[in-house]
């Protein structure tokens, strides 16, 4: 059967929309107040959960702030309040482990509903006492330990992308399949200039035409994670100014094909620029947006995805969905180079 990879491409990205979709996100720490503490004094502090289900933990919630692997503090009570409340005392010791003044504690939480979550960076705790030589050993008589585990399948949880991590699936393939179909499109425009056969303009142009609409896909996605993770649809970060970049430079291909009349020249220029435009994605993309300061993940120092942001349920979703973006693509640009080579036996004829 000739169409397999057709019929293949829509399954997995049936798969991936409702996996996706359906799969919840693991429990998670949503927020906690206050944020500042003080070293020397009890405090109470309310923890917010998300998918989270407290009130149905029959064994005692264990809760953490922790400094480093060294030095944790365990809630003196625990309070539930709700699925998705907590209030924790902390006896705060009065002085901190080394010579910081203030330091910043994640949080963990573990219980045998949830599993175990934690919220980095969740409290700062100020230490103003004078007296620097004086360490509480409560910071080292508490370790995190036997930590509970959830068995069910779920998405990794992060404070600041919430639900919005679905967007993996769709943002990350897009640019993926866009590579691709690109890289696609500059081997048949070099076939062009070699063999001068139209079928192959016809081919580099109707790839083109996916890639282009994969760019713009995947700059509005990134739009949209922008508005709920960095505060604002466009930040002229750089890593997306350098793709605005690349959607002009691939609009403007369209651009220079409608300026000739010629057909053979059309072709011949479109194709050299082709060639040109998909050599300026590789620095605009991926070596620019490393050199500056960039809130997009993989560049400007901060981490790429992985670890707890692309964990090994995640993989399950977003390698397929690249495959299935990748090849309703080809199956698109397989229907604009038989729409062309159409329009030229009408015109011709």
Same mark, same amino acid.
């Given at each position: 059967?000739?169409?397999?990879?057709?019929?293949?491409?829509?399954?997995?990205?049936?798969?991936?929309?409702?996996?996706?979709?359906?799969?919840?996100?693991?429990?998670?720490?949503?927020?906690?107040?206050?944020?500042? *503490?003080?070293?020397?004094?009890?405090?109470?502090?309310?923890?917010?959960?998300?998918?989270?289900?407290?009130?149905?933990?029959?064994?005692?919630?264990?809760?953490?702030?922790?400094?480093?692997?060294?030095? @944790?503090?365990?809630?003196?009570?625990?309070?539930?309040?709700?699925?998705?409340?907590?209030?924790?005392?902390?006896?705060?010791?009065?002085? *901190?482990?080394?010579?910081?003044?203030?330091?910043?504690?994640?949080?963990?939480?573990?219980?045998?509903?949830?599993?175990?979550?934690?919220?980095?960076?969740?409290?700062?705790?100020?230490?103003?006492?004078?007296?620097?030589?004086?360490?509480?050993?409560?910071?080292?008589?508490?370790?995190?330990?036997? *930590?509970?585990?959830?068995?069910?399948?779920?998405?990794?949880?992060?404070?600041?992308?919430?639900?919005?991590?679905?967007?993996?699936?769709?943002?990350?393939?897009?640019?993926?399949?866009?590579?691709?179909?690109?890289?696609?499109?500059?081997?048949?425009?070099?076939?062009? %200039?070699?063999?001068?056969?139209?079928?192959?303009?016809?081919? @580099?142009?109707?790839?083109?035409?996916?890639?282009?609409?994969?760019?713009?896909?995947?700059?509005?996605?990134?739009?949209?994670?922008?508005?709920?993770?960095?505060?604002?649809?466009?930040?002229?970060?750089?890593?997306?100014?350098?793709?605005?970049?690349?959607?002009?430079?691939? %609009?403007?291909?369209?651009?220079?094909?409608?300026?000739?009349?010629?057909?053979?020249?059309?072709?011949?220029?479109?194709?050299?620029?082709?060639?040109?435009?998909?050599?300026?994605?590789?620095?605009?993309?991926?070596?620019?947006?490393?050199?500056?300061?960039?809130?997009?993940?993989?560049?400007?120092?901060?981490?790429?995805?992985?670890?707890?942001?692309?964990?090994?349920?995640?993989?399950?979703?977003?390698?397929?969905?690249?495959?299935?973006?990748?090849?309703?693509?080809?199956?698109? @640009?397989?229907?604009?180079?038989?729409?062309? @080579? %159409?329009?030229?036996?009408?015109?011709?004829?």
């Amino acid at each position: 059967m000739k169409n397999w990879w057709k019929i293949l491409g829509v399954l997995l990205l049936i798969y991936s929309f409702t996996v996706g979709m359906l799969v919840p996100l693991k429990p998670g720490v949503y927020s906690v107040s206050p944020f500042n *503490l003080e070293a020397g004094k009890s405090s109470k502090v309310d923890i917010y959960g998300y998918n989270t289900n407290y009130s149905k933990a029959e064994a005692p919630i264990r809760i953490w702030l922790n400094i480093d692997s060294s030095h @944790a503090l365990a809630a003196e009570s625990i309070e539930v309040i709700s699925d998705n409340h907590i209030v924790a005392d902390f006896d705060v010791p009065a002085y *901190l482990p080394g010579d910081d003044q203030a330091v910043s504690l994640s949080l963990w939480i573990s219980n045998e509903v949830d599993g175990t979550a934690t919220l980095p960076a969740a409290i700062s705790v100020t230490d103003n006492h004078p007296d620097r030589e004086i360490v509480n050993d409560v910071w080292t008589n508490n370790p995190i330990s036997d *930590l509970s585990s959830s068995e069910k399948m779920t998405f990794p949880y992060r404070s600041i992308l919430g639900e919005t991590i679905r967007n993996t699936y769709y943002h990350v393939p897009y640019w993926f399949a866009m590579m691709l179909i690109l890289l696609s499109s500059m081997v048949f425009s070099w076939k062009y %200039l070699q063999t001068l056969d139209i079928k192959y303009d016809h081919t @580099a142009v109707a790839l083109t035409q996916v890639g282009t609409l994969y760019i713009i896909l995947g700059l509005i996605t990134g739009s949209i994670w922008a508005k709920y993770t960095w505060g604002d649809w466009w930040n002229f970060d750089i890593k997306q100014n350098m793709s605005a970049i690349t959607l002009l430079i691939y %609009l403007a291909f369209f651009v220079l094909r409608s300026s000739f009349d010629d057909e053979e020249k059309k072709a011949r220029i479109s194709n050299v620029y082709n060639i040109f435009a998909f050599s300026t994605l590789i620095p605009l993309l991926f070596v620019i947006p490393r050199l500056y300061d960039s809130l997009h993940p993989g560049n400007g120092g901060n981490p790429g995805f992985g670890g707890d942001d692309l964990d090994n349920t995640m993989r399950m979703i977003l390698y397929p969905a690249v495959v299935g973006w990748l090849l309703l693509g080809l199956w698109m @640009a397989q229907l604009l180079k038989r729409m062309a @080579a %159409l329009r030229d036996k009408l015109y011709f004829d």
